[in-house]
């Protein structure tokens, strides 16, 4: 490709993102969203405030990552045109380009984590194949690999659960990894991950291939919180009936409760009807009835869940021998991923930790789909 036409196509996949992050209507969101933060009693529910705040700041990162590349890709345009004219080297423009590139390159990976679940804690799981002493060393590599991984993101990781290996290494373990983004970024590592090497474990030097696998899961979060959104609840009261003596047919007790609900996930709306008459007391009938709405909410959010765990277990490569995803080869320092093609030599620092590549190899060419 000739500089203009690197230039035309870094300008377009600018354009690109600017419709997929939807920047226009999330920056006239942000805008109505800090009038709010200007209200005098604005922190009186501190919870809903923060709520608020981790909204927009969440919004202004996409933003404000857009709005460097849209800069870069202006300095770029400006620098072709210099360089058209003379009025700039070749080197200067080759120096734009490679900025420019990076930083589309970036948000379009950044673009790829845009599940709800991408943002979760991580659940790591190990498990050695067969293979005695050398299955359960590579699957301690293994784990010692994602922990430096996690601590180099400043990550904090836990070990939940390890169980020893007979000699040497483990037969499984399982790591909590804490931090923005954990799942999204290592979700990529499900599979099964392969190990050729000249066994340290074997008396005739013998080059040996071994076998364990991943699994990672987001860990979702139990804490459920039920909002409602009072400007669309409205009451009907009506008498009760029944036995209960004459009160209970003059005095309108009973409650109609009707929300106008709107699923946030898919926009359909509803209304939800919900009678209450087990008290004569109407406040008392009329807090039943809200309790019976959060519990109806509380519901929908939990079964929303369930639904996309399940979508995640279904995406997920199903872990078999056969299946592998990486393949780790000491003697020839090679590690390559089966899956994208990429590869690297530098064996000993993927074995340190330094993965990055590998996951934004799948992420951008599979990211859409996870």
């Keep these: 490709m000739t500089n203009q036409e690197i230039i035309k196509d870094l300008v377009a996949r600018k354009e690109s993102l600017r419709k997929y992050l939807d920047i226009d209507n999330t920056t006239a969101w942000i805008a109505e969203e800090e009038k709010k933060t200007e209200a005098a009693d604005f922190w009186s529910d501190p919870k809903e405030a923060q709520k608020i705040v981790k909204g927009i700041n969440s919004r202004k990162s996409w933003v404000t990552a857009f709005h460097d590349v849209d800069n870069s890709c202006g300095d770029l345009e400006v620098m072709g045109e210099f360089f058209d004219a003379g009025d700039a080297t070749e080197e200067e423009l080759t120096n734009q380009i490679a900025i ?60 939940s659960n390890s169980l020893d290996g007979e000699g040497a290494g483990i037969k499984s373990c399982t790591l909590q990894i804490e931090g923005e983004f954990a799942y999204g970024y290592l979700k990529s590592e499900t599979g099964v991950h392969r190990l050729v090497r000249v066994s340290p474990f074997n008396a005739q030097g013998k080059r040996m291939t071994s076998f364990t696998s991943v699994s990672v899961t987001p860990l979702i979060d139990d804490t459920i919180e039920v909002v409602v959104d009072m400007s669309r ?14 009160n209970v047919n003059k005095v309108e007790s009973g409650v109609r409760l009707r ?81 994208t093609g990429y590869q690297t030599s530098d064996v000993a620092g993927v074995m340190d930790g330094h993965i990055d590549e590998f996951i934004k190899a799948y992420l951008m060419q599979f990211g859409a789909e996870g």
């Design 100 to 159: 420019t590139q990076k930083k589309v390159e970036d948000l379009e990976f950044k673009n790829m984590l845009r599940s709800d679940s991408d943002r979760l804690d991580a659940v790591l799981s190990i498990n050695a194949g067969a293979g005695g002493v050398e299955a359960q060393d590579w699957a301690e590599m293994l784990m010692r690999m994602y922990i430096r991984y996690a601590e180099t993101h400043g990550y904090r990781v836990a070990i």
């Design 259 to 339: 929300y106008q609900y709107k699923d946030p996930y898919t926009g359909e709306e509803e209304e939800i009807l919900i009678e209450n008459t087990e008290t004569r007391d109407q406040p008392k009938n009329k807090e039943n009835a809200m309790r019976l709405l959060r519990s109806q909410l509380y519901d929908r959010e939990m079964k929303h869940r369930m639904e996309e765990q399940a979508k995640i277990k279904a995406s997920q490569k199903k872990i078999e021998w056969g299946s592998q995803i990486r393949s780790y080869v000491m003697d020839d320092r090679r590690v390559k991923d089966h899956r």
């Design 233 to 246: 609840l409205s009451w009907d009261t009506f008498r009760s009936g029944g036995a209960g003596g004459q």
